[in-house]
């Protein structure tokens, strides 16, 4: 993962956030971030490779297709991003591989998902296996399905509820997230590099 940023907190200057957030229902549900050292991701050193393929479907059954092609994997989204393109940034991390995916709308029957992982080992090529999966579940799925986004909570623009949703996170996960300004807010990075916020708190814990 990423590292945390320092702000006014005096904490230890590099620090990764797990987020592990309660089964709150709605956008405002709270959440607890356990930091841990940086430094525990250093062994994840391979590098980024990338592999792009376009489909001649939609944004929405693309999208859903992403989503069913990673859990087939036993892979969680982490992040699911909204950019003001219309495009989505997609991160995910199962502890033995991380990654982030791009889908962009070419034309509105066609997107082009480009996909970026790091993992421990590369026996063969994680990323052309899932564009592989995604195609074999856009075969598969229904006309006019959507993400699900019942297990996700909503990332806003700012830190206030009444903001644009920019994207949502899955409870649980690990993302690069510190204080905000913001009493009770915390800001998070988003695939793109840019900054959202949801409402919740950091605890420094054992890292075993």
């Known amino acids: ?13 590099v620090l990764t956030a797990l987020l592990l957030l309660f089964g709150l229902s709605g956008c405002t549900g709270l959440g607890a971030v356990s930091a841990i050292p940086g430094a525990m991701y250093g062994m994840v050193a391979n590098q980024f490779s990338g592999e792009e393929e376009s489909f001649a479907y939609n944004m929405d059954m693309t999208l859903a297709a992403t989503q069913q092609a990673l859990l087939e994997m036993q892979i969680d989204i982490d992040i699911v991003e909204i950019r003001n393109d ?7 991390d199962n502890n033995k591989l991380e990654g982030k ?12 998902v480009y996909i970026r992982v790091r993992t421990l080992t590369r026996k063969e090529s994680v990323e052309r296996v899932i564009i592989q999966m995604i195609g074999a579940e856009l ?4 006309p006019g399905v959507h993400l699900r986004r019942g297990k996700l909570h909503n990332l806003r623009a700012k830190a206030d509820i009444h903001s644009r949703r920019v994207g949502w996170y899955r409870p649980g996960a690990r993302l690069d997230a510190h204080r905000s300004m913001t009493k009770g807010w915390l800001q998070v990075k988003m695939p793109s590099g840019k900054m959202a916020y949801l409402k919740g708190k950091i605890n420094l814990g054992e890292t075993g």
């Open 86 to 92: 219309g495009s989505y940034g997609i991160a995910f």
């Open 139 to 142: 075969k598969k799925l229904p």
């Open 101 to 112: 995916i791009s889908l962009s709308k070419q034309t509105p029957t066609l997107t082009t």
């Open 1 to 13: 993962m990423g590292r945390v940023k320092q702000t006014w907190q005096p904490w230890h200057p």
